[in-house]
T-cell receptor
Framework: EDQVTQSPEALRLQEGESSSLNCSYTVSGLRGLFWYRQDPGKGPEFLFTLYSAGEEKEKERLKATLTKKESFLHITAPKPEDSATYLCAVQAYSNTGKLIFGQGTTLQVKP | DGGITQSPKYLFRKEGQNVTLSCEQNLNHDAMYWYRQDPGQGLRLIYYSQIVNDFQKGDIAEGYSVSREKKESFPLTVTSAQKNPTAFYLC????????????FGSGTRLTVV
């Protein structure tokens, strides 16, 4: 069964304190791994798609990496405005009609 | 501006009532999706449609129904058969989800009273 597990569930950082969020997955043929950001009471916002092991993508203070079993979202020198829930999702070649989401990591960055 | 509009933002349902959540997009996207989000759980797929007049069940379709009569619209009906409907409902659309991901609406929070 295709599955996505994110850790930790919640993370508190001081402004400027870098850290990483983890997304472990099992999928029968990975077509793509996606990262989204979700603010409270709003819909998720697309950040990145990663396709193959070794790939990296960056956007401002965020960098996403991918291995054959997991993805990391590295946050460098975070600011309070980076506070949000970060969602990871996978898409399998066997079922391109849907994304399977993890439960998310809620990040709080304190000034 | 192009986007997805979900309405209403908040909805209250009495026991035994059917309610319909609206989802409209002006992005000219072919595919549309309905997800349910509960605290501490990932988004779970209810229904999806990749083309007008066609849709497929997702992982938790029981107690829900949809229609796709127009490209722009994908309404979701929560029927009385759905025993635990209180949740945050998200509609999304995509044209090339690998390059651009899904575009999500702002959600409808449904509460049973």
């Amino acid at each position: 069964e295709d599955q996505v597990t994110q850790s930790p569930e919640a993370l508190r950082l001081q402004e400027g304190e870098s850290s990483s969020l983890n997304c472990s997955y099992t999928v029968s043929g990975l077509r793509g791994l996606f990262w989204y950001r979700q603010d409270p009471g709003k819909g998720p916002e697309f950040l990145f798609t990663l396709y193959s092991a070794g790939e990296e993508k960056e956007k401002e203070r965020l960098k996403a990496t991918l291995t054959k079993k997991e993805s990391f979202l590295h946050i460098t020198a975070p600011k309070p405005e980076d506070s949000a829930t970060y969602l990871c999702a996978v898409q399998a070649y066997s079922n391109t009609g849907k994304l399977i989401f993890g439960q998310g990591t809620t990040l709080q960055v304190k000034p | 501006d192009g986007g997805i509009t979900q309405s209403p933002k908040y909805l209250f349902r009495k026991e035994g009532q059917n309610v319909t959540l609206s989802c409209e997009q002006n992005l000219n996207h072919d595919a549309m999706y309905w997800y349910r989000q509960d605290p501490g759980q990932g988004l779970r797929l209810i229904y999806y449609s990749q083309i007008v007049n066609d849709f497929q069940k997702g992982d938790i379709a029981e107690g829900y129904s949809v229609s796709r009569e127009k490209k722009e619209s994908f309404p979701l009906t929560v029927t009385s058969a759905q025993k635990n409907p209180t949740a945050f409902y998200l509609c999304a659309s995509s044209i090339d989800e690998q390059r651009y991901g899904y575009t999500f609406g702002s959600g409808t929070r449904l509460t049973v009273v």
